[in-house]
Each structure stands twice: as C-alpha cells, then as structure tokens.
Nanobody, 123 residues
Framework: QVQLVESGGGLVQFGGSLKLSCVAS????????MAWFRQAPGKGQVFVAA????????FYTDVVKGRFAISRDNAKNTMWLQMDSLKPEDTAVYYC????????????????WGQGTQVTVSS
C-alpha cells in the first residue's frame, strides 16, 4: 500500500511558475511508474505527465509539452512537476498517482492517489 502526499500548489500569475511535489510512503516507490493528473472544476481527471520507474523516460500531454517537466528521485521517494509559463487554463487540482504501466493515460490504470493540491493561475 502506497500513500502519496502532494504539495506546492498555490496562486500564481499568468506566465509564472510552480513546482509540485509528491512524497510517497508505505511502499516501494521505485517499483511504480508515476504520473500527474489534473482536474478542473466540473471536469474529469486529465492526464498531464508520466515518468517511468527509474526516471529516464517521460511522457507529456501535448498542451503542457515544453512548459512542464516531470522528475523523480527514488532515494527520496519523491516526484516533482515543474510548471513554467503557466496559463489560466492550467488551473486545476493536481494529483499524483502510482500505477502499474508506464505511459498509462487513463486514471483507472492507477492504483494509488494523493489528495490533490490546488493550482490557480490568474490572468
């Protein structure tokens, strides 16, 4: 059983940056491909980015390519999402998730979820 806790969300202006963290406990973090999803008000969870178990391969949804960067440090049981050039449409609750398959973009393919952290981008 893996527990995930996100942090780092907040209010930022258009064009600003935030770095989200996801700390894992209770399981073997290095065994899991990891991902970030986001959920805007009234919408479902949407895939943002994924990283494989040892961190040498990443995958992004098109709308964040070149602006967001996912990374992890297995020694620290931590994953990050560096978000630059933020836009109002990036406003959402951001969730980290641990799954079984790398580059799985459907939320149902992930077994463990954090509680989410709110990101709000003002125009």
């Amino acid at each position: 059983q893996v527990q995930l806790v996100e942090s780092g969300g907040g209010l930022v202006q258009f064009g600003g940056s935030l770095k989200l963290s996801c700390v894992a406990s209770g399981g073997n973090f290095r065994d899991y491909p990891m991902a970030w999803f986001r959920q805007a008000p009234g919408k479902g969870q949407v895939f943002v980015a994924a990283i494989n178990q040892n961190g040498d391969s990443t995958f992004y949804t098109d709308v964040v390519k070149g602006r967001f960067a996912i990374s992890r440090d297995n020694a620290k049981n931590t994953m990050w999402l560096q978000m630059d050039s933020l836009k109002p449409e990036d406003t959402a609750v951001y969730y980290c998730a641990a799954g079984r398959l790398y580059v799985a973009t459907n939320p149902i393919q992930y077994d463990y979820w954090g509680q989410g952290t709110q990101v709000t981008v003002s125009s």
